[in-house]
Every structure is written in structure tokens, then in C-alpha cells.
């Protein structure tokens, strides 16, 4: 919600020249997010050659955009394109498993391991990595590079 808030509200008297581009989750919550400010009007499915369908940019303006993060290939079961349901890829799960401890995976049920959504602290998570990188532990940043590359496009 805070998010949307400024998408929605301030977003717009931001200097004309600087480009806004708000992430969500792709998650039912990131996508209830982006359904908001869409059905205020105020943003539209882009429709330029980005190749992603979950970006939308602000109508009066060429400058203000909202996305959902790209899932990268090893998140292929967390997400189903068309029912939120079944979307758990937050900003964490773009990290490996090896990087998400067993006490931060919430399981749909019992029955099912192979998918899970991130559970915890998000700060105490992102605090946890940057610890591990400045004691020299290399971490695999390589599911942030589709959604990285999707701005790169947006932006050029």
C-alpha cells in the first residue's frame, strides 16, 4: 500500500525529467497493487516491444511507470500468469534456495515442498545478506537479472 500511495499520489509532482519506475512482487498482494492503480485510471498496459505484459505506465505521463519483478527461470512453478492465487515470487525468491533459510518458507500445505513464499523479517533477511557479502560470501544475484534487464529496457 505505501507504494501504491505514492505511485498514485506524489508520484506526479516529481521533477518532469526523472524517471519513476515502482517494483511490486509478483505476488497476489504486488498484483492486487497494480489492478489499484489501474482501475483509478491513472495507468495503462505499456505498449511498447518490452516483451513482459506486467508493465504499466502512468497515462499523462512518459516518464512513470509500475512493474511487477520478472520471475527468473528457477521460479517457474511459483507463479501462474493469470490467477494471483497461485503468484508467491517476492523480491527474496529471486535469491537462490541456498540463500533462504528453511525458517523463512511458508509451505502452501504439507503436502506440497516444492513451492513455497518468503516468510519472516524482510529487513533482518536483506540485513543478513549484506552481511554475508561484506564478510566475502559469494551470493548468487543472477534471478535479479531479468527484472534488471526489464528496466534497462523500460529506461532506453
Same mark, same amino acid.
Given at each position: 500500500?505505501?507504494?501504491?500511495?505514492?505511485? %498514485?499520489?506524489?508520484?506526479?509532482?516529481?521533477?518532469?525529467?526523472? !524517471?519513476?519506475?515502482?517494483?511490486?512482487? %509478483?505476488?497476489?498482494?504486488?498484483?492486487?497493487?497494480?489492478?489499484? @492503480?489501474?482501475?483509478?485510471?491513472? #495507468?495503462?498496459? &505499456?505498449?511498447?516491444?518490452?516483451? &513482459?505484459?506486467?508493465? &504499466?505506465?502512468?497515462?499523462?505521463?512518459?516518464?512513470?511507470?509500475?512493474?511487477?519483478?520478472?520471475?527468473?527461470?528457477?521460479?517457474?512453478?511459483? #507463479?501462474?500468469?493469470?490467477?494471483?492465487? =497461485?503468484?508467491?515470487?517476492?523480491?527474496? *525468491? *529471486? =535469491?537462490?534456495?541456498?540463500?533462504?533459510?528453511?525458517?523463512?518458507?511458508? #509451505?502452501?500445505?504439507?503436502?506440497?515442498?516444492? $513451492?513455497?513464499?518468503?516468510?519472516?523479517? +524482510?529487513?533482518?533477511?536483506?540485513?543478513?545478506? +549484506?552481511?554475508?557479502?561484506?564478510?566475502?560470501?559469494? !551470493?548468487? =544475484?543472477?534471478?535479479?537479472?531479468? $527484472? =534488471?534487464?526489464? @528496466?534497462?529496457?523500460? !529506461?532506453?
Amino acid at each position: 500500500p505505501l507504494l501504491n500511495n505514492f505511485m %498514485y499520489q506524489y508520484v506526479g509532482k516529481m521533477p518532469s525529467g526523472s !524517471i519513476v519506475i515502482g517494483v511490486f512482487d %509478483y505476488d497476489e498482494e504486488g498484483m492486487k497493487q497494480i489492478k489499484s @492503480l489501474v482501475n483509478k485510471g491513472d #495507468y495503462v498496459q &505499456y505498449q511498447n516491444d518490452v516483451g &513482459y505484459k506486467h508493465v &504499466y505506465k502512468k497515462e499523462d505521463s512518459d516518464n512513470i511507470y509500475v512493474m511487477l519483478i520478472v520471475p527468473p527461470d528457477h521460479r517457474i512453478d511459483f #507463479y501462474d500468469s493469470e490467477n494471483p492465487d =497461485f503468484c508467491r515470487v517476492s523480491t527474496e *525468491l *529471486l =535469491f537462490m534456495d541456498k540463500e533462504i533459510p528453511a525458517n523463512n518458507r511458508k #509451505y502452501p500445505s504439507k503436502f506440497d515442498d516444492r $513451492t513455497f513464499s518468503f516468510s519472516g523479517k +524482510k529487513v533482518s533477511f536483506a540485513n543478513s545478506i +549484506k552481511t554475508k557479502v561484506s564478510k566475502g560470501k559469494e !551470493i548468487d =544475484f543472477s534471478g535479479f537479472s531479468p $527484472t =534488471f534487464e526489464l @528496466l534497462r529496457k523500460i !529506461i532506453s
